[in-house]
């Protein structure tokens, strides 16, 4: 039609007609967009789209010949729209990330009084211990610890699931975003080739095709942060955030989820084409909140898990330092999974690494990556990012572990260690006999009818190498035995056996007295003594002590366990106050997602206004229009009516 | 700006959410009476209240620690008390009749009292706390602290130990103590010097260990297990003793000079004989060969002093000398009672001083505890009265962006226009 008026080369009334046919077609199809503008009002990514329309021009100094539609345009702004995408991606890791804080501030809750919790079972385990010091003959007392020890046990248990419940549903939120981006990205390269088919042959603006595309660009980065360059032909290019190709015109590239190179409990994302694990440059998105909730819920695992493994080290170590009420040396009260050490899938070597938490206070929680260097081992923790020179073994020594190379590693081959990632949850109560707490003092020492004034205090355990040199150490063989410290002058004794041998001869001091050790067997730490101090006196020949097993009612090694509430156990803290301290974390961690989701959110609703602004329907606008289209309609449609009236009043003068 | 439809619902439906959730959330800190709901609420406050919730456990086993304790050794005192009384009527009678002419029959009467008391002092010793353990067996409460054995001795049969319990931080007491100390080992006569007449004195003189004047020179002399032999010589005005230092039992074969005589001098009948530190009172006169033994660093338990105490009673009296000698017996019994009730007081004393400690240490952790109770509190808890202002203000918003949200909605140009 256009072409026809704009070739036309017509005066007078035919002229009249055409140029008022032409407003008449151009308000009709302003109405169909203003009609197809309010349709679309709720349409998620619809662009408003107006006509744009020009002059035909008419001879010289002649009037021109009409209106002319020459396109259907969507109100789009490329640069803003980068922006949505990239303030959507950003709230919704943002939103994904609170919701998972929110869930973990929930394992840790903070009920009135302190009550339920982890915090509270550790409290009722200490204190129904001290009932145990306060009458170590009574078994119902020893029962009710027993029971306490399960329940704690058991929380730590329940903790411990949760967070790999937790952990496991991230992987299941990742594998699903992951299936999501693949199938978004195949969508947007199929419009793309059909945008670019569309835009070459010059067809016309695709708009439609345009707006669904750049929707599904949109909700891509609510599964991923990218970003996004125009391409040639209206395509859109699509990147991740650290620059892997996601789509290149019309071809997508697909995302896998997979355990990573160690075979670890959280998924990693690889780039297919490369096999590559592209996990730490991805951010944004639901992948980005995950990827950064998947930190936080380690770090939760490794600091509850070194809480356990601190309590089951330290209650089984004083265990080993006690006599239970059948006089025996206590037997572990816990038990608890050790560190996993996880070999990398392409190791080379046959060789492999064990490792072993031997000090829990100066132990730090935290998983590391052990590479074989040329230069020996080298720990990085993947937290911090903080590499330490370990040295080149075979025993490695850790932030208070062993580490023990078995076989051949080779250069280049590495090991993840957990060391405390699964201890929360394979804690538990090594007996169910009460009478297995090792309540009672390793030795009593009770004086003879003594004629000297020496007198012996209680028997405590100790290190051996932190006895003053020359110390009498009876060999661990004669623990359990009846032992008598006999004097033979003023300034030396013989230890007896049970069997009145002497097994041990030691020299005493009248100002300084004497110490007399007797060396505990395994499990007890290795030269950790059961020792005794003798005051400073002066004894007759003939004195004696005697150092008899702790009986029923000795509480003296349970008093010990019980002060272990307030000894610094772990990383320099009480266990308690480790815990207050991971619940402070968890809850910063919390607090900051909070912050975080508003922030993002804040953001991402004021880019979306100012798109708005630009590309949104507003009804009122379509409205008014719609009455201006109305009538230009409507005159045009008068003019043509005019023109026939002139036809008219001509063909009547001529016939006249 | 140019607003479009669609943004202009969706904002007035956002600030309705906004509102939405600050409501909830004050409906839930209303309906829990706390502002602490999850840690993220304030972190700082939740790793607190878990502190402050140890702190308060702590302090609470530690009370009850010290209330345990104070059952156990308001146990021991009460049966202590038992023991001081019984010492106290054994000792009166004791001295009525080594002062007075006792008859036959007051002394028969004496040994019955004696057995019995003898009796009730090992079921003192065997006392038993609500637990059926021995109180006074040390660490080895299941079996009674002390038995009789065939021969008619009565033995200990626990250990030294004593159990202590934590009070308050870092603070431990003694909750039992030891019958060893209490019972056995008790360091005999006056100051560990104890007398003897040798069972052949024909004379009419006793003696007491008078005192210790140089407590260095008894322990020294005691440590090298050195004795001495008084013995007497001449008569009447002439009458002379000497000192004899030596080891082994002064009047038997195994008695060895060896250092000599220490002290020597004449005798005026009741006069003091002092040497080496000791000072002995002989009362009566002694006749010519008579000799006494003088044995620093002795020792007898509680019972074996009892023991004695009949032994001494059962002791014939027929002649001048033996009346004699059971009167020495006599009052060496005395002399030992007075060093077991000394024993028994002080043992007293040791656990009037740690029930005196608790006392004083519960008044101190229970206001420790209600310091962390009420800080905890102030943590956790809701401040109603603020809380509820802002929920009445929260509503008022909601209520107001509800009804902006009405009016939004029904603003449309087509609704006013009829082309």
Redesign the interface.
């Known amino acids: 039609m256009a072409a026809y008026w704009g070739a036309a080369e017509m005066t007078g009334i035919t002229q009249l007609i055409d140029t008022g046919w032409s407003g008449l077609d151009a308000a009709t199809q302003a109405m169909e967009t203003v009609s197809n503008n309010t349709a679309n009002?709720?349409t998620p990514g619809y662009n408003?789209e107006s006509v744009r329309q020009t002059e035909v021009p008419g001879l010289p100094n002649g009037a021109g010949l009409g209106t002319d539609v020459t396109s259907i345009q969507r109100a789009f702004n490329q640069f803003v729209f980068s922006q949505m995408v990239g303030a959507g991606s950003a709230s919704q890791a943002a939103q994904v990330a609170q919701s998972n804080?929110?869930n973990l501030?929930?394992i840790?809750?903070?009920a009135?009084?302190?009550?339920g919790?982890l915090?509270?079972a550790?409290?009722?385990f200490?204190?129904t211990m001290?009932?145990v010091?306060?009458?170590?003959?009574?078994l119902p007392n020893r029962q009710t610890f027993l029971s306490d020890a399960r329940s704690l046990a058991a929380d730590f248990n329940a903790v411990g699931g949760q967070l790999a419940s937790s952990q496991a549903s991230l992987n299941g939120q990742m594998t699903d975003a992951v299936s999501a981006i693949n199938s978004l990205t195949q969508q947007i390269a199929s419009l793309n080739k059909q945008i670019m088919a569309q835009q070459g042959s010059g067809a016309g603006s695709p708009n439609a095709a345009m707006d669904t595309r750049d929707n599904l660009v949109q909700q891509l980065g609510q599964e991923l942060g990218v970003t996004v360059s125009t391409g040639a032909n209206g395509a859109l290019d699509i990147y991740t955030t650290g620059g892997a190709v996601l789509v290149g015109g019309g071809t997508s590239v697909n995302l896998t989820a997979t355990s990573g190179g160690y075979g670890g409990g959280n998924l990693s994302i690889t780039y297919q084409p490369t096999g590559q694990d592209v996990t730490a440059s991805l951010s944004g998105g639901t992948i980005g909140g995950i990827i950064s909730s998947q930190g936080q819920i380690a770090a939760a695992q490794n600091s509850v898990g070194s809480i356990a493994a601190a309590l089951a080290a330290s209650m089984n170590n004083q265990q080993s330092l006690g006599l239970d009420l059948n006089g025996a040396q206590g037997a572990s009260l816990f038990s608890v999974g050790g560190p996993s050490v996880l070999a990398a899938a392409n190791n080379t070597g046959a060789g492999s690494l064990t490792a072993a938490i031997t000090d829990t206070n100066s132990f730090v929680p935290g998983n590391y990556i052990v590479t074989k260097t040329g230069a020996g081992y080298q720990a990085v923790n993947t937290a911090t990012g903080q590499a330490t020179s370990l040295g080149g073994g075979p025993s490695l020594s850790l932030g208070g572990m062993t580490l023990t190379v078995s076989g051949t590693i080779n250069t280049g081959d590495s090991f993840e260690i957990e060391p405390t990632a699964t201890a929360a949850q394979t804690l538990s109560v090594a007996t169910t006999d009460p009478k297995a707490i090792a309540a009672?003092?390793a030795y009593?020492?009770?004086?003879g009818?003594?004629?000297?004034?020496v007198t012996?205090g209680?028997f405590g355990a100790v290190a051996g190498g932190s006895l003053p040199l020359g110390t009498v150490i009876v060999p661990a063989s004669y623990f359990g035995q009846n032992l008598t410290v006999k004097f033979t002058s003023?300034t030396s004794f013989n230890v007896l056996s049970a069997g009145n041998a002497v097994v041990a001869t030691g020299s005493f001091s009248a100002g300084t007295g004497a110490q007399v050790a007797v060396a505990y067997p395994s499990p007890a730490p290795t030269g950790e003594v059961a020792a005794v101090t003798l005051s400073p006196g002066?004894?007759?020949?003939g004195d004696t002590f005697?150092l008899?097993p702790?009986?029923?009612?000795?509480?003296?090694n349970i008093?010990v366990m019980?002060?272990l509430?307030?000894q610094n156990l772990l990383s320099g803290q009480t266990l308690?106050?480790a815990?207050?301290?991971l619940?402070?974390?968890?809850?910063?961690?919390?607090?900051a997602?909070?912050f975080a989701a508003t922030t993002a959110q804040g953001v991402l609703?004021q880019v979306?206004?100012v798109q708005?602004?630009?590309?949104?329907?507003?009804?009122?606008?379509q409205?008014?229009d719609?009455?201006n289209y109305?009538q230009a309609y409507q005159a045009a449609a008068q003019v043509i009516a005019s023109a026939q009236t002139l036809f008219q009043s001509l063909l009547t003068a001529i016939a006249a | 700006m140019r607003i479009s439809t669609n943004e202009f619902l969706l904002g007035s439906l956002n600030d309705l959410l906004t509102q939405q959730s600050n409501v909830n959330q004050l409906n839930r800190e209303i309906a829990t009476g706390q502002t602490l709901l999850s840690p993220a609420d304030d972190p700082g406050a939740a790793g607190q209240v878990v502190g402050l919730a140890n702190q308060i456990g702590q302090l609470t086993y530690d009370t009850a620690n010290g209330q345990a304790a104070t059952q156990s050794l308001q146990n021991g005192v009460g049966a202590l008390q038992q023991v001081t009384n019984l010492l106290i009527q054994l000792r009166q009678n004791v001295v009525s009749i080594a002062n007075g002419t006792s008859t036959p029959s007051d002394r028969q009467s004496a040994i019955a009292i004696a057995q019995s008391t003898l009796q009730q002092l090992a079921q003192l010793a065997n006392t038993q706390g609500a637990n059926g353990a021995y109180l006074f067996a040390g660490s080895k409460s299941n079996a009674p602290a002390v038995s009789t054995l065939p021969t008619g001795q009565i033995v200990f049969n626990g250990d030294a130990a004593a159990n202590q319990v934590q009070i308050a931080p870092s603070l431990d007491v003694a909750s039992t103590i030891s019958g060893q100390g209490i019972f056995m080992d008790i360091p005999a006569g006056t100051g560990g010097v104890a007398v003897s007449s040798n069972g052949a004195n024909t004379g009419a003189a006793y003696a007491l260990a008078g005192g210790v004047t140089s407590v260095s020179q008894v322990t020294a002399a005691s440590l090298a297990g050195t004795q001495y032999d008084i013995s007497f010589s001449g008569s009447g005005s002439s009458l002379t003793y000497t000192v004899t230092s030596g080891t082994g039992t002064p009047g038997s074969v195994g008695f060895n000079a060896s250092a000599g005589i220490v002290a020597s001098g004449s005798y005026a009948p009741g006069s003091d004989i002092a040497f080496a530190g000791i000072d002995i009172k002989v009362n009566g006169t002694p006749a010519a060969g008579d000799s006494f033994a003088v044995k620093p660093g002795a020792s007898s338990s509680l019972f074996q002093t009892v023991q004695d105490l009949i032994s001494a009673l059962q002791m014939p009296q027929g002649t001048g000398a033996q009346v004699t000698l059971a009167q020495q017996a006599l009052q060496n019994v005395l002399a030992n009672l007075g060093g077991a009730q000394t024993s028994v007081l002080s043992a007293q004393a040791t656990l009037g001083t740690s029930l005196a400690e608790i006392q004083s240490v519960q008044t101190q952790t229970g206001a420790q505890s209600a310091n962390a109770s009420t800080e905890m509190s102030n943590l956790q808890s809701a401040n109603l009265p603020q809380v509820l202002a802002n929920y009445s203000e929260s509503l008022t918003a909601l209520q107001a962006a509800q009804l902006a949200f009405a009016k939004v909605q029904g603003l449309t140009l087509f609704a006013d226009i009829h082309p």
Do not use: H, R
């Not at chain 1, 009135?112 to 009550?115: D, K, L, M, N, R």
């Not at chain 1, 002066?538 to 020949?541: E, G, K, N, R, W």
């Not at chain 1, 702790?550 to 003296?556: D, I, K, M, Q, R």
């Open positions: 009002v709720n408003v804080a929110q501030a929930a840790f809750p903070v009135s009084g302190g009550a919790g915090g509270a550790l409290t009722g200490f204190t001290n009932a010091s306060q009458d170590p003959t009574s009672a003092s009593v020492a009770s004086p009818s003594n004629i000297g004034n012996a209680a003023a002066t004894p007759a020949a005697s008899t702790g009986g029923v009612n000795s509480n003296g008093l019980t002060n509430a307030s308690s106050n815990y207050a301290t619940v402070g974390q968890v809850g910063s961690a919390g607090q997602a909070n609703t979306q206004s708005q602004s630009i590309s949104g329907v507003n009804l009122d606008e409205a008014a719609l009455v109305q």
